[in-house]
């Protein structure tokens, strides 16, 4: 189960498999009894004891803030510069995913606001983003929808690092500290994790855009522990 859900969180990659500890201040994933023991193949919030719609939703509300600019700096492009538009890329990606997954059913639903949301983060017919949304729209299909754990937000991620490799190519560091229920149909908690996660991001420049390319995981050595000052 704890492979499930590390796949779950990253979609397919991104800052997936927990540390050690039993909490959400902890840095381990943890899973209720309650997890059911088969298989099924990207981090808003309602409460986990509702029971979530299993229709899919194809008026979900966007946010009303306006889309962040992923285009450079007029100054020279650096690690710093570049910093702040990864930072918008990966708290762009962060929200977006956390509102799919409260209903998952909508990833299959290509004209959904979420999803072109989404899909807006990545390069046009992106491997990455198609893989993740199918994911998604399996676990809808299992009975398997998403909530916040106990933080109130599923992911709260923070970019460490940001290294160029060329003009249009640059990696990030990326902690991220998630807190996550998975409820069934009628709102019965079925999974539950929460811990610190580290991840690697890919982003490359289209046109006048960054984008995100590739997210996955890496060892969270690094990373802040809530709670350290």
């Known amino acids: 189960m704890r492979n ?51 229709t899919p939703t194809t008026s979900s509300a966007p946010s ?12 020279a492009l650096t ?25 998952p059913s909508v990833a299959s639903d290509p004209g959904n ?4 949301q989404y899909l807006g983060l990545f390069p046009q017919d992106s491997t990455f983003a198609n893989g993740a949304l199918g994911f998604w729209a399996s676990e809808a299909s299992a009975g398997r929808f998403y909530r916040p754990g106990p933080r109130g937000v599923m992911y709260d991620s ?19 500290v998630t807190s996550i229920q998975i409820v069934d149909s009628a709102g019965a ?4 994790q929460g811990g610190v996660n580290g991840g690697e991001v890919v982003v490359v420049r289209v046109g006048d855009d960054w984008l995100l390319r590739d997210l996955t995981e890496a060892p969270p050595d690094d990373c802040p522990r809530p709670g350290d000052s």
Do not use: H, W
Not at 189 to 192: C, D
């Open 4 to 54: 499930r859900l590390a796949a779950v969180v990253l979609a397919l990659g991104v800052l997936a498999s927990a540390c050690s500890g039993d909490d959400d201040d902890g840095a381990a994933s943890t899973t209720d009894a309650a997890a059911p023991t088969t298989t099924v193949a990207p981090t808003a919030a309602t409460s986990s004891t509702a029971a979530p719609s299993t």
């Open 64 to 75: 009303t803030s306006p889309a962040p600019s992923t285009s450079p700096p007029s100054t």
């Open 79 to 103: 690690n710093e510069t570049l910093k702040p538009i990864v930072e918008q890329l990966v708290d762009s990606y962060d929200t977006v995913v956390a509102e799919i997954l409260t209903d």
């Open 113 to 116: 606001e979420l999803v072109r």
């Open 158 to 176: 923070t970019v460490q690092s940001v290294e160029l490799r060329g003009e249009a190519e640059a990696v990030a560091k990326v902690c991220t």
């Open 189 to 192: 908690a079925l999974e539950s």
